[in-house]
Nanobody, 124 residues
Framework: QVQLVESGGGLVQAGGSLRLSCAAS????????MGWFRQTPGKEREFVAA????????YAVDSVKGRFTVSRDNMKNTMYLQMESLKPEDTAVYYC?????????????????WGQGTQVTVSS
């Protein structure tokens, strides 16, 4: 059974940092693209960042560029999202996801496996 488990969320003041982790089990994702999404109540799930299987390609949405960094450790079957200079508008439930494909994906429907989400709250 494939599982993606996020951790590292919490409450932080504006300007602070958090590091999210996404640990995969049940299969290896070393050949697959992975990504981060976030969602707030009443809104659609929003793409945040993605990383290719070989770390060579990453992509982030404009609102987080320069502040968030996506990375992965294929030996640990784990993906990370380092979040710096957090803003109140970054408050959301953050989800990690994995594709069956090696290609980067920017849309939620392109992803095949999802974690349960971790809450990030940024206070002003």
């Amino acid at each position: 059974q494939v599982q993606l488990v996020e951790s590292g969320g919490g409450l932080v003041q504006a300007g602070g940092s958090l590091r999210l982790s996404c640990a995969a089990s049940g299969r290896t994702f070393s050949d697959n693209a992975m990504g981060w999404f976030r969602q707030t109540p009443g809104k659609e799930r929003e793409f945040v960042a993605a990383i290719s299987w070989d770390f060579e390609r990453t992509y982030a949405v404009d609102s987080v560029k320069g502040r968030f960094t996506v990375s992965r450790d294929n030996m640990k079957n784990t993906m990370y999202l380092q979040m710096e200079s957090l803003k109140p508008e970054d408050t959301a439930v953050y989800y990690c996801a994995a594709r069956k494909s090696a290609r980067l994906g920017l849309r939620s429907y392109e992803y095949d496996y999802w974690g349960q989400g971790t809450q990030v709250t940024v206070s002003s």
